[in-house]
C-alpha cells in the first residue's frame, strides 16, 4: 500500500524561476493538505482540499503561491517568481476527509526546495 | 488563534531511561490532539491521537492522555531505545478536517 508520494523529492531553481511540486494522495483518500517546514518557523499549514475543492487556504502567501487538485489522484502547489526565503521542505498529506476529529493526515516524504 | 507549546527543545537520554514531552495546547474548539514523529530525511509520521477529554493514545510504547483541564497532551515512554531518536511533534487538529497545527517539535536523543 503506497504512501504519499511527492515528487520531485528535491528541487534547486533560480529566484524568479517558477517551481511546480506533486503529490499523489493516498488511494481513497479525499483530503489533501500542504504544509511548509523550516527551520525557524517549524511546521506551517499553507491550505488543503476536499473531494478536489480548495477548503482553507488561509495559510498561503497571498502572492506568487497557489494551488491546485485537479483529479482526486494528484494536487499541484506552484510558486512563482521563487525567492531565496521560499527555500523549504513542503509537505504533503491526506487523510480519509470524512470529518470530525477521527481523521489522521499521513504525509508524503517532502520537496526540499532551495532556492538559490 | 490555536497554538501548541512544546517545553523541551532537545532531550537527552540512556537507552531505558523514563521519557516525558511535555505538550500544552491552546483553541477556542475542542480539537483532536495527535503526536508525530520525523526521522531525518522524512515526513512526519503519525503516531498517535487521543480526540476526547481523559482518552489514552498510544503506539509502540508511547502514550499520553488528553486532559482538557490543563490542556495538556504530554508524551511518555516507560523505557526509551537507541531507535527512538527522532523529533517528536504535538499537533492539535481543529476545523471539520482537522487542519494541523504543530508545536515547535522535541528532539530526542538516545545513547546506547
Known amino acids: 500500500n503506497a504512501g504519499v508520494i511527492q515528487t520531485p523529492r528535491h528541487k534547486v531553481t533560480g529566484k524568479g524561476q517558477e517551481a511546480t511540486l506533486w503529490c499523489e494522495p493516498i488511494?481513497?483518500?479525499?483530503?489533501v493538505f500542504w504544509y511548509r517546514q523550516t527551520i525557524v518557523q517549524g511546521l506551517e499549514f499553507l491550505t488543503y482540499?476536499?473531494?478536489?475543492?480548495?477548503?482553507?487556504d488561509s495559510g498561503m502567501p497571498k502572492e506568487r503561491f497557489s494551488a491546485q487538485m485537479p483529479n482526486q489522484s494528484h494536487s499541484t502547489l506552484k510558486i512563482q517568481s521563487t525567492q531565496p526565503q521560499d527555500s523549504a521542505v513542503y509537505l504533503c498529506?491526506?487523510?480519509?476527509?470524512?470529518?470530525?476529529?477521527?481523521?489522521?493526515?499521513?504525509f508524503g516524504p517532502g520537496t526540499r526546495l532551495l532556492v538559490l | 488563534g490555536d497554538s501548541v507549546t512544546q517545553t523541551e527543545g532537545q532531550v537527552a537520554l540512556s537507552e531505558e531511561d523514563f521519557l516525558t514531552i511535555h505538550c500544552n495546547y491552546s483553541?477556542?474548539?475542542?480539537?483532536?490532539l495527535f503526536w508525530y514523529v520525523q526521522y531525518p530525511g522524512e515526513g512526519p509520521q503519525f503516531l498517535f491521537r487521543?480526540?476526547?477529554?481523559?482518552e489514552k493514545g498510544s503506539s509502540r510504547g508511547f502514550e499520553a492522555t488528553y486532559d482538557k483541564g490543563t490542556t495538556s497532551f504530554h508524551l511518555r515512554k516507560a523505557s526509551v531505545q537507541e531507535s527512538d531518536s527522532a523529533v517528536y511533534y504535538c499537533?492539535?487538529?481543529?476545523?471539520?478536517?482537522?487542519?494541523?497545527?504543530f508545536g515547535a517539535g522535541t528532539r530526542l536523543a538516545v545513547c546506547p
Open positions: 499537533a492539535l487538529g481543529s476545523g471539520s478536517f482537522n487542519k494541523l497545527t
Open positions: 483553541a477556542s474548539g475542542y480539537p483532536a
Open positions: 498529506a491526506s487523510s480519509l476527509g470524512l470529518g470530525g476529529r477521527g481523521d489522521t493526515q499521513y
Open positions: 482540499f476536499r473531494n478536489q475543492a480548495p477548503i482553507d
Open positions: 487521543a480526540s476526547r477529554d481523559k
Open positions: 488511494s481513497g483518500h479525499s483530503a
